[in-house]
């Protein structure tokens, strides 16, 4: 997927809106700059399908060698997909951040957190002040 | 991400860093690389091959004078009077209830009149400084001499290491040759124009080398070990991040994390760098007495189920109850699987005994296991 087509959270997650059979569902993943940041990935803790997820709240966490991070939920729903075939390959992980290395999809009920999202320009100029 | 601010300290490697790109972060006030690349490369080419390190924020104290053993004896945990010159060993500070102040390296310098460097860690090197301050008996000839910011250290770790050093250093067949050095052992090599100390210690579990070298002819050296090819290829800069995977697997202590004002040689396992026999320092009754009465809590290595990591504070379950904390804990590149250090009571202590570790809110199985994680083959 082409990142300028994605919305970004300021904790480094992006989210990717589409329509299926009527239901708004949100894919989340985190962006290639959270990859090269985190670097020598060894596990990733997935939420459990079904599970509620709200804006700001740990879906999961990713640990490297140095530390763990929480994955936050971008979106306010209901979990319907998790990819468990990141956890066995975490160091392709940064191959296809926008693509094969999706997270989790999430069923949205409501709009809540998607005012707090950026397009990839923004987030591109917040990393900027990160690096 | 950078925390850099403009207070911190540089080491003479500083530039070198910034030009391999390194991720720089705060360690103890000085601007460290953490990592170059991956600390997961890091690590496996300084068990494979060799790591080069810069270590410039150890602190290194140079002791001199007629009493500067004295000066010593005043303070460390173990004897260094009757070390030989060219010989180093390992001891501790500790405070008047026993608990550690800071580990330490003692060098003696080979003339037997120019006394002792001191190496301690960066997050100790004021505390110490006073300490020895505070300590000096009265009428002592001896003068400690702050040289951290004059010098820079490097370390040169893993199977190739004193192969590199002794090329780096051109001493192929001198009397001087890294390689003729025993372990804790340090020599006086002529350089360019300058004198490099190089000792045979090191923080990784490998075989290696420590340098210290005037500032100004840091990056020099430090190029030359980058470029210089060992059975093929190039040592690999490896940051702080590397630096602590291989300690922890070699189960070397940290101040900070195993090591700390709360906890007494004894409960460390540190027995081995305490010397009570007619000598007097800081701590020294304190540690009699401890020594006869069972230890409240010991240290303990752990391996963990699964590939979460625990960390610094997480707490040591048994039977559902808290025993303990993790002082240390990461993915051991390896093992391949997740290690740990932590403090619990003796009677959790035995090898093979089944705890669980709280990694925020997960519980997880962890087993005590006979340190270190890894040994080199020798």
Redesign the interface.
Same mark, same amino acid.
């Given at each position: 997927m082409d990142p300028q087509q994605l919305k970004f959270s300021p904790t480094h997650e992006w989210v990717h809106l589409s329509d299926v059979g009527g239901q708004r569902i949100a894919t989340v993943g985190i962006s290639a700059f959270a990859i090269a940041l985190l670097t020598d990935l060894v596990h990733m803790e997935l939420p459990a399908v079904g599970r509620a997820a709200r804006p700001g709240e740990s879906l999961g966490e990713i640990e490297s060698v140095k530390a763990v991070s929480d994955v936050y939920s971008p979106v306010e729903g209901e979990v319907v997909e998790v990819n468990s075939g990141l956890v066995g390959n975490l160091e392709a992980m940064g191959d296809d951040p926008y693509g094969k290395s999706w997270i989790v999809k999430i069923r949205t009920t409501s709009d809540a957190g998607l005012d707090q999202l950026m397009d990839y320009a923004t987030y591109q100029a917040q990393c900027a002040t990160e690096g | 991400?950078?925390n850099e601010s403009t207070t911190l300290l540089h080491t003479p490697l500083h530039a070198a860093h910034e030009k391999l790109k390194a991720r720089l972060v705060d360690f103890a006030g000085w601007s460290m690389p953490?990592?170059y /690349?991956?600390?997961?490369a890091e690590?496996r080419a300084t068990r494979e091959h060799v790591g080069l390190f810069d270590v410039s924020h150890m602190g290194r104290f140079q002791i001199r004078g007629r009493d500067a053993g004295r000066l010593l004896e005043g303070i460390l945990t173990r004897r260094v009077d009757d070390l030989p010159a060219g010989r180093i060993r390992y001891s501790l500070v500790t405070q008047d209830d026993g608990g550690v102040l800071d580990d330490v390296l003692a060098y003696r310098h080979s003339a037997p009149d120019d006394g002792y460097l001191l190496i301690v860690n960066a997050s100790n090197r004021a505390r110490i400084l006073a300490w020895i301050d505070e300590h000096r008996p009265a009428g002592c000839e001896a003068v400690c001499t702050d040289t951290t910011c004059d010098t820079a250290m490097i370390a040169v770790q893993g199977p190739h290491a004193m192969q590199l050093a002794s090329r780096v250093l051109d001493t192929d067949g001198l009397a001087s040759d890294p390689r003729k050095l025993r372990y804790y052992a340090h020599a006086t090599v002529r350089w360019r124009a300058t004198n490099v100390l190089v000792s045979r210690t090191g923080y990784t579990g490998e075989d290696g080398v420590e340098v210290i070298l005037p500032s100004e002819f840091a990056a020099e050296f430090w190029d030359l070990l980058t470029v210089t090819e060992i059975q093929g290829q190039t040592a690999t800069p490896a940051g702080l *991040?590397a630096r602590d !995977?291989l300690r922890l697997e070699a189960a070397m202590p940290l101040y900070g994390h195993e090591l700390e004002t709360w906890c007494d040689p004894w409960q460390a396992g540190l027995a081995f760098a305490v010397d009570l026999d007619g000598r007097h320092f800081p701590g020294s009754d304190a540690l009699t007495r401890n020594r006869s009465m069972p230890p409240t809590r010991q240290r303990v290595g752990l391996l963990l189920s *699964? =590939? #979460? /990591?625990a #960390?610094l504070h997480c707490p040591i379950l048994a039977g559902g109850e808290p025993v303990g904390e993790i002082t240390s804990g !990461?993915?051991s590149?390896t093992l391949e699987q997740p290690i740990a250090m932590g403090y619990v009571p003796p009677d959790w202590a035995a090898l093979d005994t089944e705890l669980e570790i709280d990694v =925020?809110g997960?519980i997880i199985p962890a087993r005590v296991v006979r340190l270190p994680f890894y040994r080199r083959k020798k």
């Amino acid at each position: 997927m082409d990142p300028q087509q994605l919305k970004f959270s300021p904790t480094h997650e992006w989210v990717h809106l589409s329509d299926v059979g009527g239901q708004r569902i949100a894919t989340v993943g985190i962006s290639a700059f959270a990859i090269a940041l985190l670097t020598d990935l060894v596990h990733m803790e997935l939420p459990a399908v079904g599970r509620a997820a709200r804006p700001g709240e740990s879906l999961g966490e990713i640990e490297s060698v140095k530390a763990v991070s929480d994955v936050y939920s971008p979106v306010e729903g209901e979990v319907v997909e998790v990819n468990s075939g990141l956890v066995g390959n975490l160091e392709a992980m940064g191959d296809d951040p926008y693509g094969k290395s999706w997270i989790v999809k999430i069923r949205t009920t409501s709009d809540a957190g998607l005012d707090q999202l950026m397009d990839y320009a923004t987030y591109q100029a917040q990393c900027a002040t990160e690096g | 991400m950078s925390n850099e601010s403009t207070t911190l300290l540089h080491t003479p490697l500083h530039a070198a860093h910034e030009k391999l790109k390194a991720r720089l972060v705060d360690f103890a006030g000085w601007s460290m690389p953490v990592q170059y /690349a991956s600390i997961l490369a890091e690590h496996r080419a300084t068990r494979e091959h060799v790591g080069l390190f810069d270590v410039s924020h150890m602190g290194r104290f140079q002791i001199r004078g007629r009493d500067a053993g004295r000066l010593l004896e005043g303070i460390l945990t173990r004897r260094v009077d009757d070390l030989p010159a060219g010989r180093i060993r390992y001891s501790l500070v500790t405070q008047d209830d026993g608990g550690v102040l800071d580990d330490v390296l003692a060098y003696r310098h080979s003339a037997p009149d120019d006394g002792y460097l001191l190496i301690v860690n960066a997050s100790n090197r004021a505390r110490i400084l006073a300490w020895i301050d505070e300590h000096r008996p009265a009428g002592c000839e001896a003068v400690c001499t702050d040289t951290t910011c004059d010098t820079a250290m490097i370390a040169v770790q893993g199977p190739h290491a004193m192969q590199l050093a002794s090329r780096v250093l051109d001493t192929d067949g001198l009397a001087s040759d890294p390689r003729k050095l025993r372990y804790y052992a340090h020599a006086t090599v002529r350089w360019r124009a300058t004198n490099v100390l190089v000792s045979r210690t090191g923080y990784t579990g490998e075989d290696g080398v420590e340098v210290i070298l005037p500032s100004e002819f840091a990056a020099e050296f430090w190029d030359l070990l980058t470029v210089t090819e060992i059975q093929g290829q190039t040592a690999t800069p490896a940051g702080l *991040g590397a630096r602590d !995977t291989l300690r922890l697997e070699a189960a070397m202590p940290l101040y900070g994390h195993e090591l700390e004002t709360w906890c007494d040689p004894w409960q460390a396992g540190l027995a081995f760098a305490v010397d009570l026999d007619g000598r007097h320092f800081p701590g020294s009754d304190a540690l009699t007495r401890n020594r006869s009465m069972p230890p409240t809590r010991q240290r303990v290595g752990l391996l963990l189920s *699964g =590939r #979460r /990591a625990a #960390r610094l504070h997480c707490p040591i379950l048994a039977g559902g109850e808290p025993v303990g904390e993790i002082t240390s804990g !990461t993915y051991s590149p390896t093992l391949e699987q997740p290690i740990a250090m932590g403090y619990v009571p003796p009677d959790w202590a035995a090898l093979d005994t089944e705890l669980e570790i709280d990694v =925020r809110g997960s519980i997880i199985p962890a087993r005590v296991v006979r340190l270190p994680f890894y040994r080199r083959k020798k």
